[in-house]
């Protein structure tokens, strides 16, 4: 999923990296994306937890996966 980064687009924001069921948090091209672990299908804590921090969200949009990437991360052979 990403959402857009609107103070420091270098950074990701560090409560969202200290989440136990977040996997990855990246900056690309000015949005965070996070990758949560396997098997963590709610995210509804993401907007809140930004919210609270001070962020202000204009999107948040849940990535589609198509096949071959999908078989890419199920074989381990993840690409960018």
Known sequence: MT???P???EQPPAPLSQQPT???VNI?????????KDG????NFIPQLLVTKGF???MLKEEE???ETAFMRLTKGIVQ
């Open 3 to 5: 959402i857009p980064h």
């Open 7 to 9: 103070r420091h687009p």
């Open 65 to 67: 996966v198509n096949l």
């Open 56 to 58: 202000h969200i204009t």
């Open 40 to 43: 963590i299908n709610d995210y």
């Open 22 to 24: 977040v996997e990855t």
């Open 28 to 36: 690309n091209n000015s949005l965070i994306e996070i990758a949560l």
